[in-house]
């Protein structure tokens, strides 16, 4: 057979596939290029706690914020609505609007509803507190994954740990400033408020403990600039962050200093503008992260849904604050677990260390090819280069992220790579031994080792899934590797090889130099 068999083109695509991909990443030249992990690289390691019962108290803020809103556009009339960590509960002045409050609130799914004598008590049902835990970890990882991609550091990893934690690993982060940034962008809640100043109450907040303000349905919030001033502020917002639609670092046109300038969505603007318009002459504060940084008088209705947040910023505490709008508020309060910083020595040490354990591992086994097998040996290490090459290209071409494991992931390819071609070496020099010719033997070594290859393969890919599938970080970079070497593998030691053998078999076959070929001295029979 000639040499364009259809397996050794299958072959020679897979080698210049390998090849064309795997240059960027080896050479360091433009192209898609492998991605080090934090343990090759060095970084930050963040384990954060989510704090569930934080989320659900936040919920039933903005259930009371929701519930304000909708009673004033149907003309209900409503006194005392208060928000806690377990419960929403008012008192309905009008006893006729029982009937539209009732259809109003049967509106909001999950809630359980009583009430007696006009005062009302709402929770939710297990259910939906069910709901709000688990949606409270999605929405956390989703928010930092959003930070950190706006922020631009380049392949942070997000990933839920365990039920409650989370796992933020920060490859490339190098300097304690670094370190200080990136962790006040991931724990800032960036919980935007505008809430009314209670001005009948205001005088006497310096008197007034946390417990009795709340009597009133208050809360006693600090200045940014100065947390000795405190102001006394009606506990349920006017609108909060979820209506943000975009902020921005800005500079105010009269004091020429850095604000963060926002934009709210049509409904925010509407309730802005409708409240403004109500309360000309009073106070309303704008609260971000339960810090009053303003609370100017209202002169005028205020169309239009944009403000700006006015403090001392600097530039990079500015920036990081817009990203945090922008990207969105967490919900539920995040609590710092662990933080490990890991060198950027320790991870030229990694790399060091397992280049030479691949490379020592591949030297080791050409060798002994060549030497145990002959030119068979030569053909069973040119599809290992080939298998390499190709695992590189596919990592890159896909965006895997290397990490140590990983790298452990190839070397064991690598073993089960040439330990496919042993088998069927071994295989076909059984069949010469017997007295078969080589044609006969080369097509006997593969139908006879191509089954166990494919089973035990098989049974190793399964596993690499279920590793993927169920595991975590570094284990995933593992599977994903090892994943990958077993396909190009099965490709490679019994698709490419034995496209080679077809392409040389007459030639052995008439040369009858078994020892040079295969590593044997028993001639054909």
């Not at 390998?18 to 290029?33: D, E, N, V, Y």
């Not at 300038?261 to 971000?288: H, Q, Y």
């Not at 303003?294 to 005028?300: H, L, V, Y």
Request: with cysteine; glycine share 10%; aromatic share 8%.
């Amino acid at each position: 057979m000639n040499f364009f068999n259809i397996k050794t083109i299958v072959f020679l695509v897979v080698f210049v596939f390998g090849l064309a991909l795997s240059i960027p990443s080896i050479f360091g030249t433009q192209g898609p290029k492998i991605t080090l992990g934090l343990d090759l690289q060095g970084g930050l390691n963040i384990l954060l706690g989510v704090d569930i019962n934080g989320g659900i108290k936040s919920r039933y803020s903005s259930l009371a914020t929701q519930i304000n809103h909708d009673t004033q556009n149907s003309d209900i009339l409503i006194d005392s609505l208060h928000s806690s960590d377990n419960n929403v509960s008012f008192e309905l002045l009008d006893i006729s609007k029982k009937d539209a409050l009732d259809e109003l609130l049967s509106k909001i799914k999950g809630l359980n509803i009583s009430s007696i004598d006009g005062k009302y008590n709402i929770t939710f049902t297990q259910e939906e507190i069910k709901f709000i835990q688990s949606s409270s970890i999605e929405q956390a990882i989703d928010t930092i994954r959003n930070r950190l991609d706006i922020f631009g550091l380049s392949e942070p990893s997000v990933t839920r740990q365990g039920e409650y934690n989370i796992l933020v690993q920060l490859p490339g982060i190098k300097t304690t400033e670094d370190e200080q940034a990136a962790l006040d962008l991931i724990i800032r809640p960036a919980q935007l408020k505008m809430m009314a100043v209670d001005e009948e109450r205001n005088a006497r907040v310096n008197s007034m403990s946390e417990d009795e303000a709340s009597k009133y349905g208050d809360v006693i919030l600090p200045f940014t600039h100065d947390p000795n001033l405190k102001i006394l502020l009606k506990g349920i917002p006017i609108i909060d962050g979820s209506m943000l639609t975009d902020a921005r670092v800005a500079f105010d046109s009269k004091t020429n200093q850095r604000v963060i300038a926002f934009t709210l969505n049509s409904v925010g603007a509407r309730i802005f503008g409708d409240f403004s318009g109500n309360n000309i002459g009073k106070r309303m504060a704008i609260v971000l992260d339960n810090k009053v940084y303003s609370a100017p008088s209202i002169r005028e209705r205020i169309g239009g849904g944009s403000g700006q947040i006015s403090g001392s910023f600097s530039e990079q505490e500015a920036k990081n604050i817009a990203i945090a709008l922008r990207s969105g508020s967490l919900t539920t309060p995040l609590e710092l677990l662990e933080k490990r910083s890991i060198g950027p020595s320790l991870g030229a040490d990694s790399i060091k260390s397992s280049l030479i354990a691949l490379f020592g591992s591949f030297l080791v086994i050409i060798l002994f090819m060549i030497f145990y097998y002959g030119f068979a040996g030569v053909i069973a290490v040119s599809a290992l280069f080939v298998n390499i090459l190709a695992i590189i290209a596919c990592m890159s071409l896909f965006g895997a992220t290397l990490t140590l494991p990983g790298m452990a992931g190839i070397v064991l390819t690598i073993g089960m790579a040439i330990d496919a071609n042993i088998i069927i070496n071994e295989r076909i020099r059984e069949a010469l031994r017997s007295g078969d010719n080589v044609i006969k033997s080369i097509a006997f070594g593969y139908e006879n080792a191509t089954r166990a290859i494919f089973d035990a393969n098989n049974t190793t890919l399964i596993v690499a899934v279920l590793l993927y599938v169920y595991g975590t970080g570094s284990i995933k970079g593992f599977a994903i590797t090892m994943g990958i070497g077993i396909v190009v593998s099965i490709i490679t030691a019994i698709i490419g090889t034995h496209g080679i053998y077809l392409w040389l078999g007459q030639k052995i076959n008439n040369t009858k130099r078994l020892n040079f070929w295969f590593g044997i001295k028993k001639g054909v029979n």
